[in-house]
């Protein structure tokens, strides 16, 4: 399995101090969403599901990801894990000086980078929250390389990187006690409802299907095989706690509820190689659902000391 992708950081800057009284991620996803619509929409008076250009659409493919319902990926479901997860060190911060946002653009998405530039500028020229309060970009990072060294010019001269598995890892059997640390509400569902109380099958099976999905969409999943827990290892200690965030979306003018579970969890046991590679894959592109607005973050410790 593998995926392509590519982190780019983005260093905004206020220009006046303000209370942001929602998460971080919430607030750029609907900036990134307004001005990447206006940037690229061409059939105003369409839905995207219906639109007959929702295909080649850069708004359609990141916010509405609207894919023929018999795809081979999720054969049945007519929408697909986005191609861009948004983050925010850290996911809650009422008066953040600078805002270190974080975008995640996986497979063809990543030579779109420009368009997601312009949009997070045009939002800080439009301002945010009521007070309109304007931002700038201070810095935009590829790794350690600064992509604009001229504040309007961005060096769009990327390698994308690639998280890869390879399946004869499976064989190999640790024993480890990790510690699983939920830097944003984390939300899957359990029999079909969300909730807190989930087992470690469960948590094995949500990343399960989040990596086989974005690798199988924007990647390569050709090897994925049909994994199953295999119960050599379980949840030892939880410290959770479920969080219910609300998000309102000014252009569908409805407010949907994004609750997830905070805190952390142990897991103690045996690992296979593939399932340590699942944990790594959930750092890197998240877990669960609703990734685009910064959930899912997590982190994985050994208790030993270390990462």
């Known amino acids: ?19 942001i009284p929602m998460p971080i991620p919430f607030l ?12 690229c929409c061409i059939a105003h008076d369409a839905t995207c599901p219906a639109c007959i250009f929702n295909a ?39 008066n953040p000086d600078p805002i270190a946002l974080n ?88 029999n079909g409802h969300y909730t807190d109380c989930f087992s470690a099958a469960d948590f094995a099976h949500c990343l399960y299907r989040r990596t086989q999905t974005l690798c199988a969409q924007y990647g390569d999943a050709s090897d994925a095989g049909d994994y199953r827990y295999t119960g050599a290892w379980d949840i030892t200690e939880k410290n959770l706690l479920w969080r219910d965030l609300m998000h ?14 905070s805190g952390s969890f142990s897991l103690s046991g045996a690992f296979t190689g593939y399932e340590l590679a699942l944990l790594r894959f959930a750092e890197l592109f998240h877990a669960g659902k609703n990734t685009n607005f910064g959930l899912g973050k997590i982190g994985v410790w050994e208790k030993s000391g270390g990462k």
């Open 28 to 39: 750029f996803r609907s900036i990134i969403g307004k001005q990447l619509r206006r940037l």
């Open 248 to 261: 309102y979306s000014a252009r569908q003018n409805y407010t949907m509820k994004l609750g997830g579970v």
């Open 56 to 94: 080649t659409c850069l708004y359609g493919t990141v916010f509405e990801s609207v894919i023929p319902k018999d795809n081979t990926t999720l054969a049945g479901h007519d929408r697909i894990s986005h191609p861009v997860i948004i983050e925010t060190e850290p996911f809650i911060k009422k």
């Open 103 to 190: 975008l995640i653009l996986l497979g063809d998405t990543i030579q779109h980078i420009p368009y997601f530039f312009q949009a997070i500028k045009q939002g800080g020229e439009a301002g945010i929250l009521k007070a309109r309060i304007p931002y700038t970009i201070q810095e935009v990072f590829d790794g350690e390389r600064l992509m604009n060294g001229d504040s309007e010019i961005l060096d769009t001269r990327l390698s994308p990187d690639v998280w890869e598995y390879h399946a004869g890892d499976a064989e190999t059997v640790v024993r480890k006690t990790l510690l699983i640390t939920l830097n944003s509400p984390l939300r899957f569902r359990v």
């Open 1 to 19: 399995m593998k995926l392509i992708y590519k982190k780019i950081r983005f260093t905004l800057i206020l220009g006046a101090q303000t209370d």
